[in-house]
């Protein structure tokens, strides 16, 4: 095998030892439909190019990433200079020649060792500690929760779950996160009593009635294909983030155009889960 097949192998493998925080050989089967033998000397390649990267765990059957994984892994991140790790930082695939070009402007860089530490915790169900910083409160402070789902909403990866200091179902940025640890005690809330993510919320969209019958046309055949609205269901815990995304007035007296093309038209129906605290 060439070098550069070898080192496309190491990336995919290392993509999800760094990601999920551990990799195996049936994970290997699912993600790329290979052999029970191929998937071996996948792993067998990857911990002879990176062997201080992964132990053995013999009750998960896995290989589980090791402290030095991440710690050059952030190195990399840190460096000018591309590496044989740089892609194994990228979650998704890169845009190839030829192909169209999707293009997103990623302020926000999420660590795969915070991903990870979170991704193990909702497999495993274990509670995770970690020191967060928000708008409210900027000083580092000490939160432990039991989370339930990882998800990306706009620019930004997000953990939901179960706060024991504020004895509620909340959201927490990736990006605020530090120190995340994993812990013993096991997960106790069940998701299907977070009522903000069961909920699932009907959202009526139109053009924003303050624009002239050219201008609401105009929106009307760019995001309805022509009808005078388009209706979408969603989560009522990422609502507000759905709405920011599309810049969606919910508030059309006080939102109002260029700034707004967008309106949620039921918004009362919609204010409950909308302005949640």
Request: hydrophobic share 40%; charged share 20%; net charge neutral.
């Given at each position: 095998m060439s070098i550069e097949g070898r080192q496309a192998r190491d990336t995919k493998v290392g993509r999800i030892l760094l990601w999920e925080g551990r990799v195996g050989r049936g994970r290997l089967i699912a993600e790329y439909g290979l052999s029970p033998i191929r998937a071996s000397e996948w792993l067998r390649d990857f911990r002879e190019s990176y062997p201080e990267w992964v132990v053995w765990d013999s009750k998960l059957k896995a290989d589980v990433a090791t402290s030095m994984a991440y710690a050059a892994a952030e190195r990399t991140a840190n460096a000018a200079r591309p590496s044989a790790i740089s892609a194994m930082l990228i979650p998704d695939a890169p845009n190839e020649?030829?192909?169209?070009?999707?293009?997103?402007?990623?302020?926000?860089?999420?660590?795969?060792?915070?991903?990870?530490?979170?991704?193990?915790?909702?497999?495993?169900?274990?509670r995770v500690k970690f020191l967060y910083c928000s708008m409210n409160n900027p000083e580092p402070h000490e939160r432990t929760i039991e989370p339930h789902s990882l998800l990306r909403a706009g620019r930004r990866w997000h953990v939901r779950g179960y706060c024991l200091q504020r004895q509620a179902f909340r959201d927490f940025v990736l990006g605020r996160m530090s120190k995340v640890k994993l812990l013993q005690e096991h997960s106790l809330a069940d998701i299907a009593t977070d009522a903000a993510w069961s909920t699932v919320v009907q959202v009526r969209l139109?053009?924003?009635?303050?624009?002239?019958?050219?201008?609401?046309?105009?929106?009307?055949?760019?995001?309805?294909?022509?009808?005078?609205?388009?209706?979408?269901?969603?989560?009522?815990?990422?609502?507000?983030?759905?709405?920011?995304?599309?810049?969606?007035?919910?508030?059309?007296?006080?939102?109002?155009?260029?700034?707004?093309?967008?309106?949620?038209?039921?918004?009362?129906?919609?204010?409950?889960?909308?302005?949640?605290?």
């Open positions: 020649p030829g192909r169209p070009l999707s293009i997103a402007w990623d302020f926000v860089r999420t660590s795969p060792r915070t991903f990870s530490r979170l991704n193990l915790a909702i497999a495993d169900r274990v139109v053009a924003h009635p303050r624009l002239s019958n050219a201008q609401q046309l105009v929106v009307r055949s760019e995001y309805f294909n022509g009808a005078s609205a388009r209706v979408e269901s969603c989560r009522a815990a990422l609502l507000n983030y759905m709405v920011q995304e599309l810049v969606a007035a919910t508030d059309v007296d006080r939102q109002i155009p260029p700034d707004y093309q967008l309106a949620v038209e039921n918004t009362e129906e919609c204010r409950q889960w909308l302005f949640m605290t």
